[in-house]
C-alpha cells in the first residue's frame, strides 16, 4: 500500500465530501429558484467527486474500505479536510464567499493533478475540472453582483470574505503528505491570488490582510462546527451495522 | 455517472403509464405549431367560437390565443398549485439529505429535490404564459391564499418515509398527471411530458429505497413497513374529494383541462400500487383491500376525507412549519435578490451611457 497515496487522495475527497455536505444542506434555503437548481447542481458536482476520491482513496488502501465505509465510518480526528470547507454557511454571502475561494483551488490543482502521473487521480481531476470551473464562475459572478450591490450586501460580503480569509492559508501549506504525492498545491497561492484579487477588486471590496492562518485540518484536529457535521451525517447509517441501503 | 441509475426490480404498471405519456408527446409532437389563431380583434362571440372548436377538436390552446376568463384562471390556479406543491414539496425530502445512509443514496435524494426546483421554475414560467406572474403567484403561496398538494403537510420522520413518500406519492402524482400530458393548453401539456417522465424516475427510485429496505434487516423492514402505512392514507387522498364532491371538476373536464374523475384516478391509482406492493414484500394498510372480479379492481376503504378537509384547511402535522419555513427562506433572500436588482440596474446605466 502506498500510505501517502492515500493520505494525498484522501484529503481531496475530504475536502469534496465536507464540501458537499455543507451545500447541499442549503437546499430549499436559496434566495430564489434558479439559485436552488444551482446550488444542487454544485452540491452533487461535488459529491460526485468525493464519491470517486474516496473510493480511489479506499482502493489504494486495499483494505477494503469503500466510499461509504470511508463517509460514515471515520471519526471526526481521521477526517483531513481543510477548515475552510467546514466553516458554517451564516448567510449566502458566505456561502458564496466560501465558494469562491475554494473552487479557484480545486481548479487550479485538479488543473495539474489532470496532467499527472496517476491516471486514475488525473482521469478523476479532468472530470471535475470542468465542474469546479463552473462553480467559480458561478462564485465570480455572486461575488461581483452583491459586492457591488447594496449597502447591506456590501457589508455582508466583506464580513465573509474577512472572515473565511484566515482559512484559506491552510490550503496551501505545505507538509510531507502534499509533497509525497501528486502535486503540492503550495505552489498555488500565487494563481490563487491572481484570480481572487481581480474578482475581489471588481466586487469593489477589500483583500484582507494575511495574518491569522489557522491550520490543524489536514492532520484531523477540526473546529467546532466539524463534529456537528460529521455526527448528523452519519447518524442513521452508524444506527444500522453491517446493512445494505 | 447518473447518480439514479440503480438496479431496478421490475415495477409492474410503471411502464404503462410512460408509455401514455409517451404517445401524449408523441401527438404533441406531430401537431406541431398550434392550429390558425383565433382572428385578430374580432369580436368576443366569434373569439368564443374559435376557443371551442379548437376544444372540440382536441387542438392546443397556445398563449398567442384568447381564451374565456374561466379558462384562464382555472388553469393559472391549477399550475400554480402544481409548482408550489413542487418547491414545498421539496421540504419534506431534503430533511433527510444531510443524513441520508450512503453517498449513492445521497446523491439520488439531492437530484430529485433538485428536480422539484427545475419543475417548480418550469411551472411558474407556464403560468406566466397566460398572464400570471411569478412573484405574485409566491405571495399568494406564502399568504396562504393559494394551496399545495396535501401530502407535503406530514412529516418524514425515518428513513423509510422518504422511500414511501417518493414510491406512493410520486406514483400517485404520475398517475394524476398523465392525463395532463394532453391537456387542452399546449405549453402545460408540453410541461407535464418532461414532468411525468421525471416523476416516474423519482417513483422508481422510491420503489428501489423501499425494496433495499424491506429486504434488510428486520429493523429496516419495519422502517420501510411503519413509513408505508403512515403514507397509503395521504397518497390516496392526493386525489382529492370525491367527484361529487370536487367544486372544480365540471368545468375543468368539459375544457379539457382535466380528464378523469377523482374518482377514476384513485382507482387506477390503487390498481397499480397493489402488486407493486406485494414485489416489495410490503403491506397497505387496509384491511378491505381485495380484488374485485365483477368490477376488474381492487376495492379499497376511501381515505378519510375530514382529515384531508383539515389539512388542505391548514390544520395538517406540518401546514405552519412548511409555510413558516417557505417565508422565511423568502425574506432571508430578500438582500439577496435587492442586491442583484441593485447591480443589474447600476450596470445597464453604465453600458447605456
Known amino acids: ?245 | 455517472m447518473d447518480p439514479r441509475a440503480s438496479q431496478p426490480a421490475f415495477i409492474p404498471g410503471a411502464a404503462e403509464l410512460l408509455a401514455e405519456v409517451e404517445a401524449a408527446e408523441s401527438l404533441l409532437d406531430q401537431r406541431g405549431p398550434a392550429g390558425a389563431a383565433a382572428p385578430a380583434g374580432g369580436e368576443e362571440a366569434d373569439l368564443l367560437a374559435h376557443f371551442e372548436a379548437v376544444i372540440a377538436a382536441d387542438a392546443k390552446i397556445e398563449p398567442r390565443d384568447w381564451v374565456p376568463a374561466g379558462y384562464r384562471e382555472s388553469l393559472i390556479r391549477q399550475i400554480a398549485q402544481h409548482a408550489h406543491s413542487e418547491i414545498v414539496g421539496m421540504q419534506p425530502e431534503s430533511n433527510w439529505i444531510t443524513r441520508a445512509p450512503s453517498l449513492k443514496r445521497k446523491a439520488i435524494l439531492l437530484a430529485k429535490v433538485q428536480d422539484e426546483a427545475g419543475h417548480g421554475l418550469y411551472l411558474y414560467s407556464v403560468a406566466e404564459s397566460l398572464g400570471a406572474n411569478r412573484e405574485s403567484l409566491l405571495t399568494a403561496l406564502h399568504d396562504g391564499k393559494q394551496k399545495y398538494l396535501n401530502f407535503i403537510n406530514y412529516p418524514t420522520l425515518t428513513w423509510g418515509d422518504v422511500g414511501a413518500l417518493a414510491w406512493l406519492t410520486d406514483g400517485a402524482a404520475v398517475v394524476n398527471q398523465v392525463p395532463l400530458c394532453r391537456s387542452s393548453y399546449g405549453p402545460y401539456a408540453r410541461a407535464m411530458v418532461r414532468v411525468c417522465k421525471e416523476e416516474s424516475f423519482h417513483h422508481r427510485q422510491g420503489f428501489d429505497l423501499l425494496w433495499t429496505l424491506s429486504q434488510g434487516s428486520p429493523a429496516q423492514h419495519t422502517m420501510a413497513q411503519e413509513a408505508v402505512n403512515r403514507w397509503w392514507g395521504p397518497a390516496l387522498a392526493m386525489f382529492g374529494p370525491p367527484h361529487r364532491d370536487s367544486t372544480h371538476s365540471e368545468k375543468s373536464m368539459a375544457w379539457r383541462i382535466k380528464r378523469f374523475t377523482n374518482d377514476e384516478l384513485r382507482q387506477r391509482f390503487v390498481d397499480i400500487t397493489v402488486p407493486q406492493a406485494e414485489i416489495l414484500g410490503l403491506t397497505l394498510p387496509d384491511p378491505a383491500l381485495a380484488w374485485n372480479s365483477e368490477r376488474g379492481h381492487y376495492d379499497f376503504t376511501p381515505p378519510d376525507y375530514e382529515e384531508l378537509k383539515r389539512v388542505v384547511a391548514g390544520n395538517g402535522p406540518c401546514n405552519r412549519q412548511r409555510l413558516a419555513r417557505r417565508r422565511q427562506a423568502h425574506e432571508q433572500g430578500e438582500w439577496v435578490r435587492a442586491a442583484a436588482a441593485a447591480h443589474a440596474a447600476k450596470h445597464s446605466r453604465e453600458d447605456a451611457a
Open chain 1, 1 to 245: 500500500m502506498n500510505e501517502k497515496a492515500v493520505a494525498y487522495v484522501l484529503r481531496l475527497g475530504d475536502d469534496a465530501l465536507v464540501a458537499a455536505q455543507r451545500m447541499a444542506a442549503l437546499a430549499t434555503w436559496a434566495p430564489q429558484l434558479e439559485e436552488d437548481v444551482a446550488l444542487a447542481n454544485i452540491a452533487l458536482d461535488l459529491l460526485g467527486q468525493a464519491r470517486a476520491l474516496l473510493t480511489y482513496a479506499g482502493e489504494l488502501e486495499g483494505q477494503g474500505r469503500d466510499e461509504d465505509l470511508l463517509a460514515y465510518r471515520r471519526d471526526e480526528h481521521e477526517f483531513t479536510s481543510a477548515l475552510l470547507v467546514e466553516q458554517p454557511d451564516t448567510d449566502f454571502a458566505a456561502t458564496m464567499v466560501k465558494l469562491l475561494f475554494f473552487s479557484a483551488y480545486q481548479r487550479l490543482l485538479y488543473e495539474e493533478l489532470s496532467a499527472g502521473d496517476d491516471e486514475t487521480l488525473a482521469a478523476i481531476a479532468a472530470k471535475s475540472v470542468k465542474e469546479v470551473a463552473y462553480h467559480l464562475s458561478h462564485a465570480c459572478a455572486w461575488t461581483v453582483r452583491l459586492g457591488d450591490g447594496t449597502e447591506e450586501s456590501k457589508r455582508r460580503m466583506q464580513t465573509a470574505v474577512d472572515e473565511l480569509w484566515p482559512y484559506t492559508h491552510e490550503l496551501f501549506a505545505s507538509d510531507s503528505v502534499w509533497r509525497g504525492y501528486g502535486f503540492d498545491p503550495a505552489g498555488l497561492r500565487e494563481r490563487w491570488l491572481g484570480i481572487v484579487e481581480p474578482v475581489l477588486a471588481e466586487a469593489t471590496l477589500e483583500r484582507p490582510v494575511d495574518d491569522w492562518a489557522p491550520t490543524g485540518g489536514r492532520d484531523g484536529l477540526h473546529t467546532e462546527h466539524f463534529g456537528y457535521l460529521v455526527g448528523e451525517m452519519q447518524s442513521l447509517h452508524r444506527a444500522h451495522e453491517g446493512v445494505s441501503w
